[in-house]
């Protein structure tokens, strides 16, 4: 780790001084380190190491990208690990068949003022052995370029980028029915005050985003909707996305006061991190980290006395991802 480390510092200081100095001397200066003979073997094969590993980093990325792989944790690890490892062989190869060494006993002095023109010297006659260049030089940055993607890629699970069709798009429209998870329409005398029910639309994917939807009753004359959604509550019943708008937990506790002049109204609540909903104004955020109100769904009451959807949400339905958050429902 050390030599390793002396190598690094030793590029540094190449890479600076070739920026102030010119290389008109380079002929004329007695040779520091022993001129070593060709290795076109090892160049080949630190060569392949670097594809190797730019293979494996490939492979993170496809298997990254492809989540129906079983046991995809697994495979991360063993393609990301697989990268390093052939990237420090490589290295190894490198240092040990195409970099003269050689290791000389002395005592520290004090610098000298051409000292780091020495070592410059140094770093350039150590690659002596180097005739292939362009092949390292190309499998490196092939190597390098392809592991950089793949440590950035997971950066994409940060939130959506160009796939917000998911957030948008729901299976909610006029007319479609609410039914409870046996598939049998809800009906609006059996939503109950200080109960809380889950619905789904009928005929659809219940595991899709903006599939389930959260029924309780209120109240009417405890209702202050927006001006805009006069009549989405038929007989003080209310629906609103189950899906929190903080991380897209699930809405799963309803705080119901028993005695209302001491307790807090009515909230819809996610345990996760404590986001509170006010149903009464329409979902609005009254505690927690959620971003923005609950979408709510508009309701109406058929000829047969069953709920069903009047339109669709007031909002986009799931955590508030840049760019999600000002879309409307479709």
Request: glycine share 10%; proline share 9%; aromatic share 8%.
């Amino acid at each position: 780790m050390r030599r390793l480390g002396r190598w690094i510092v030793a590029v540094a200081v190449w890479l600076f001084a070739r920026r102030g100095e010119g290389r008109d001397r380079r002929g004329d200066r007695e040779r520091i380190v022993p001129a070593g003979p060709p290795a076109p073997r090892a160049e080949l094969v630190v060569a392949a190491l670097l594809l190797l590993a730019a293979l494996s980093a490939a492979a993170f990325i496809a298997v990254y990208a492809i989540d129906r792989i079983p046991d995809q944790t697994q495979f991360l690890g063993l393609s990301l690990g697989l990268a390093f490892a052939f990237i420090a062989a490589a290295l190894i190869v490198t240092g040990r068949n195409l970099v003269v060494t050689e290791e000389l006993d002395g005592e520290y002095a004090d610098p000298q003022p051409d000292e780091a023109e020495k070592l410059v010297q140094i770093v350039e006659e150590s690659g002596s052995r180097l005739s292939r260049r362009r092949l390292l030089g190309g499998s490196a940055a092939v190597a390098g370029g392809a592991l950089g993607l793949a440590l950035l890629v997971p950066a994409v699970s940060l939130g959506p980028v160009f796939d917000l069709e998911p957030f948008t798009r729901t299976p909610w429209h006029r007319g479609r029915r609410l039914v409870g998870d046996d598939g049998r329409p809800i009906a609006a005398a059996a939503i109950h005050q200080l109960e809380f029910a889950t619905a789904f639309p009928e005929h659809a994917d219940p595991e899709q985003l903006g599939a389930p939807v959260v029924v309780i009753r209120l109240a009417p004359s405890a209702l202050h909707l927006p001006p805009d959604r006069r009549g989405w509550a038929p007989e003080g019943i209310l629906a609103f996305s189950k899906i929190c708008t903080h991380a897209g937990c699930a809405i799963a506790l309803y705080r119901a006061p028993l005695f209302q002049p001491v307790e807090k109204p009515p909230a819809l609540v996610c345990p996760c991190h404590y986001s509170t909903f006010d149903p009464a104004t329409g979902g609005t955020v009254v505690f927690g980290p959620a971003g923005r109100p609950l979408p709510q769904l508009p309701l109406e009451i058929d000829a047969d006395g069953n709920l069903r959807a009047a339109g669709n949400f007031s909002g986009p339905v799931g955590p508030s991802w840049w760019g999600v958050r000002d879309r409307k429902a479709t």
